[in-house]
């Protein structure tokens, strides 16, 4: 399989190496696995995984531990209380010394060159858990979810809703690079960076889909069959955002926002929810949610991902 000689042994630190068919390869394998399961399929069998969060986590840390033991390796959850790293020791340092010991690393740090910085200095494959920019492992659960509820990509009309941080930029990569038709809608001042607009503008052209990054909530959901929103808030940044977040009010996920959509629109979203700010309680336990499967997806695309870089 070519895909699995191009994730190999490598890191995976952003969606932007990967084509919108190794992506969609890549799904359709974490699909089958999550159907057949993963009996007799240990491909990380005799190895052990370094999970090194900086930041707080439910799903991805446990997603990321199950995963893999279900490939048959060990896995070693740290925090940087654990480690040197919380009492100054460099990044460069730590990935330096603990690729002597493990055979990977799954990390959720702060800035996108501080992962960069850690993947350079070790010498094993670095798994990208969450920085202040990107969420790629988010955005292959996302997109196994939308698979499974549409069953193909192409003209799907996606809007996001919210802060336009790092689940934003991921699910850009992964929509524009699979020709769907994305929305970004934020309050001023909290858009998307305008590289990744770029980039992401470049991918819409070349997979025939489009990306429009705008201010108007009412706009950006009409009509569409997904709806995805995310903390307005996120782990990192400061607490005074929250005195502004009145200026989020008109991007709330709720019941007003589903009626402009299309009928059969699915509610996706990454999780931690706060029912009562960026999405409702109603909408998020709702006939429309997806977030429960999509959690769940977590794991699932993990365990093919694992098994793409270990195979
Ligand atoms: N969606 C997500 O990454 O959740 P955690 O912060 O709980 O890992
Ligand atoms: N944008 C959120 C995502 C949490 C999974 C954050 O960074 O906190």
Redesign the pocket.
């Known amino acids: 399989m070519v895909l699995k000689n191009k994730l190999r042994g490598e890191d995976f630190l952003t969606l932007a190496p990967l084509t919108g068919e190794e992506m969609e390869s890549l799904l359709e394998e974490a699909v089958r696995l999550k159907s057949e399961g993963t009996k007799g399929y240990k491909p990380l069998a005799g190895k052990v995984v370094g999970l090194i969060f900086e930041k707080?986590?439910?799903?991805?840390?446990v997603s990321f531990e199950v995963a893999v033991h279900r490939l048959g390796g060990s896995a070693l959850a740290l925090t940087d209380r654990d480690l040197q790293l919380g009492r100054g020791e460099t990044i460069e340092d730590t990935g330096r010394v603990l690729a002597m010991y493990l055979d990977g690393l799954v990390v959720r740090t702060f800035g996108q060159d501080r992962l960069e910085s850690l993947a350079q200095a070790s010498s094993v494959p670095v798994i990208n858990a969450?920085t202040d920019e990107s969420?790629p492992c988010?955005a292959l659960a996302d997109m196994m979810t939308m698979l499974e509820y549409k069953g193909a990509f192409r003209g799907l009309r996606l809007a996001y809703l919210g802060d336009g941080n790092n689940v934003a930029h991921s699910l850009m990569r992964a929509g524009t690079k699979l020709g769907m038709d994305v929305v970004v809608a934020t309050p001023e001042g909290h858009g998307p960076l305008e590289t990744i607009t770029s980039e992401c503008k470049g991918y819409a052209d070349a997979s025939g889909g489009s990306l429009l990054v705008g201010n108007d909530p009412a706009q950006a959901s009409s009509g569409v069959d997904v709806i995805y929103t995310d903390v307005w808030v996120s782990m990192g940044q400061p607490d005074e955002k929250r005195d502004a977040l009145g200026h989020f009010a008109s991007f709330q996920v709720n019941e007003e926002m589903l009626d402009r959509a299309s009928d059969d629109v699915m509610v996706m979203h990454?999780?931690?929810a706060h029912r009562g700010e960026e999405i409702t309680g109603d909408v998020l336990d709702g006939s429309h949610s997806a977030v429960w499967d999509q959690a769940e997806n977590?794991l699932h695309a993990q365990v093919a991902l694992l098994g793409l870089i270990f195979g």
């Open positions: 707080p986590s439910t799903r991805t840390r969450l969420h988010q990454c999780l931690p977590r």
